[in-house]
């Protein structure tokens, strides 16, 4: 079940960003099936599957307390900001830690950044990156449901901010991570400025910000 829905948002993803792309590419000379295409796809149906193993062992570990009084939709909430600020946390270890950078470089070994790179993750680290996010959260009560619903959120705005498409936010580029944000992260030389995932505040509050907020579309 899990492949069948990673295949077929991989599917999803092609038509998509083939239409984006034909129409709002950042660089129209770049294409997103370019060289390594079969490592990408073939991480991009592991990933769920290693997210799962992370979960699982979460699980294990603390247990499924499920026993918060509050609704449904601030759980999400709570959830979503203490991933993207933990997601922070960790890609910051990544690039500091060597051991963890050993990980973590495989995500940059992408020469060209799109759609499809986002995948290009260690198998390992997204199943350590679930467990230890999760496992707080799960013990604190929050239910599984607003666990895997706030990664997804988390997970789709990562594809689009590889996406190699121009994107204007305006003012909400202060706030929010856009395309031309986290391309600085892969363009810098120590690759430790614009470590945000949907959040642009942690960057700004803790003095990792820099670049461009957005790409006008012209």
């Known amino acids: 079940m899990i492949l069948c829905a990673a295949a077929f948002q ?3 993803g092609m038509l998509v960003f083939s239409a984006l792309e034909a129409w709002f590419a950042l660089d129209p000379s770049r294409r997103w099936w370019r060289r390594r295409f079969w490592t990408d796809a073939a991480l991009w149906l592991v990933h769920p599957v290693a997210y799962a193993c992370g979960m699982a062992f979460a699980v294990a570990l603390v247990g499924e307390h499920d026993r918060s009084s509050l609704p449904s939709w601030a759980q999400l909430v709570i959830a979503f900001v203490a991933i993207d600020f933990g997601s922070y946390v960790l890609h910051r270890l990544y690039h500091r830690v060597p051991i963890l950078w050993r990980l973590h470089v495989v ?3 992408s020469k060209q950044v799109d759609w499809l790179s986002t995948s290009r993750l260690h ?4 199943t350590m990156n679930a467990a230890v996010l999760s496992a707080p959260l799960l013990y604190c009560g929050l239910s599984t449901r607003s666990l895997i619903t706030a990664n997804a959120i988390i997970g789709f705005w990562a594809v689009i901010v590889h996406a190699n498409v121009r994107i204007d936010l305006g003012r909400l580029g202060t706030l929010v991570v856009s395309p031309a944000f986290h391309r600085r992260h892969h ?6 400025q614009n470590l ?3 959040l642009a505040i942690w960057d700004r509050l803790f003095g990792t910000s820099d670049g461009p907020v957005a790409d006008k579309i012209v």
Do not use: K, M, N, Y
């Open 196 to 198: 945000g995932a949907v």
């Open 10 to 12: 991989l599917v999803l």
């Open 123 to 126: 198998p390992l680290s997204q």
């Open 107 to 109: 995500h940059h070994t």
């Open 187 to 192: 363009d810098s030389a120590g690759h430790e």
